[in-house]
């Protein structure tokens, strides 16, 4: 049984998907699986990824009978995962090569149900690296759901002590994963370590700042079931720090 089972949803990305498995495959930490459920692609993803497959046989291809979206995609992954942590990493995204060992030594340290850790940006053809994107120290469900802190590709589930996770099929639903495994009472952990690259990319689900505005607005009053006053004070908090993190690449 793996230690690590990586969630990656993917969908027409045959440029970008080998070097994701790449930055898994050169984890110093070696004891994952990395599944990757593709998305219906056009392209030549699915082969890539069947490439790297054929070598290594911790990477395993999931193929998704229609294109449902990434929640679907993740579920389905996660419905094969063997291990005890759950880590999530997009497709066109990086992990530098400490990631897991340092984030699973953490989590091990904190008994954390849920960790994350800073980041960098990267652009489009990874030729620019953006500052370091620092995160605190912990987040409760009050805190998070007011916070951005969390990034997909940084978060980190220990399923021993979380549990049982699904993802919703709703947009944002890393958010609302987030959230749902904060809300019994459990605190993520934040490591303020430089360990992953996100690659921003104009055609990504979230890059849209008004549509992701509306999504959290709507995991506030449909998902979340906060109450109006409530919402609007969440959501005052969520967009001010969405704007600083977006100030400066």
Same mark, same amino acid.
């Given at each position: 049984?793996?230690?690590?089972?990586?969630?990656?949803?993917?969908?027409?990305?045959?440029?970008?998907?080998?070097?994701? !498995?790449?930055?898994?495959?050169?984890?110093?930490?070696?004891?994952?699986? %990395?599944? !990757?459920?593709?998305?219906?692609?056009?392209?030549?993803?699915?082969?890539?990824?069947?490439?790297? &497959?054929?070598?290594?046989?911790?990477?395993?291809?999931?193929?998704?009978?229609?294109?449902?979206?990434?929640? %679907?995609?993740?579920?389905? &992954?996660?419905?094969?995962?063997?291990?005890?942590? !759950?880590?999530?990493?997009?497709?066109?995204?990086?992990?530098?090569?400490?990631?897991?060992?340092?984030?699973?030594?953490?989590?091990?340290?904190?008994?954390?149900?849920?960790?994350?850790?800073?980041?960098?940006? !990267?652009?489009?053809?990874?030729?620019?690296?953006?500052? %370091?994107?620092? @995160?605190?120290?912990?987040?409760?469900?009050?805190?998070?759901?007011?916070?951005?802190?969390?990034?997909?590709?940084?978060?980190?589930?220990?399923?021993?002590?979380?549990?049982?996770?699904?993802?919703?099929?709703?947009?944002?639903?890393?958010?609302?994963?987030?959230?749902?495994?904060?809300?019994?009472?459990?605190?993520?952990?934040?490591?303020?370590?430089?360990?992953?690259?996100?690659?921003?990319?104009? @055609?990504?689900?979230?890059?849209?700042?008004?549509?992701?505005?509306?999504?959290?607005?709507?995991?506030?009053?449909?998902?979340?079931?906060?109450? %109006?006053?409530?919402?609007?004070?969440?959501?005052?908090?969520?967009?001010?720090?969405?704007?600083?993190?977006?100030?400066?690449?």
């Amino acid at each position: 049984m793996p230690l690590v089972s990586i969630i990656t949803p993917s969908w027409n990305v045959e440029r970008l998907i080998g070097e994701t !498995i790449e930055s898994v495959q050169a984890q110093t930490l070696g004891d994952w699986e %990395l599944l !990757i459920a593709d998305d219906c692609s056009t392209d030549n993803t699915a082969a890539v990824i069947e490439s790297y &497959a054929a070598k290594d046989p911790r990477i395993k291809l999931i193929r998704q009978p229609r294109n449902g979206g990434p929640a %679907l995609a993740r579920q389905a &992954a996660i419905e094969q995962a063997q291990g005890r942590f !759950i880590a999530f990493l997009d497709s066109d995204d990086l992990w530098l090569p400490p990631k897991l060992e340092r984030q699973i030594a953490f989590a091990r340290e904190h008994r954390a149900a849920l960790s994350f850790t800073a980041f960098r940006r !990267i652009n489009e053809d990874g030729s620019t690296t953006g500052r %370091l994107i620092p @995160v605190p120290a912990s987040l409760t469900y009050e805190q998070l759901i007011k916070n951005t802190s969390i990034a997909t590709l940084t978060a980190l589930v220990d399923r021993d002590i979380a549990g049982n996770i699904a993802m919703k099929n709703e947009p944002y639903d890393d958010f609302c994963l987030w959230l749902s495994i904060l809300k019994p009472g459990h605190v993520a952990w934040g490591l303020n370590e430089d360990l992953a690259r996100y690659r921003v990319r104009g @055609v990504s689900v979230s890059s849209r700042p008004m549509r992701s505005a509306g999504w959290v607005w709507h995991i506030y009053r449909n998902v979340e079931g906060l109450s %109006l006053l409530k919402s609007a004070w969440c959501f005052a908090h969520w967009s001010a720090r969405a704007w600083l993190k977006r100030r400066e690449f």
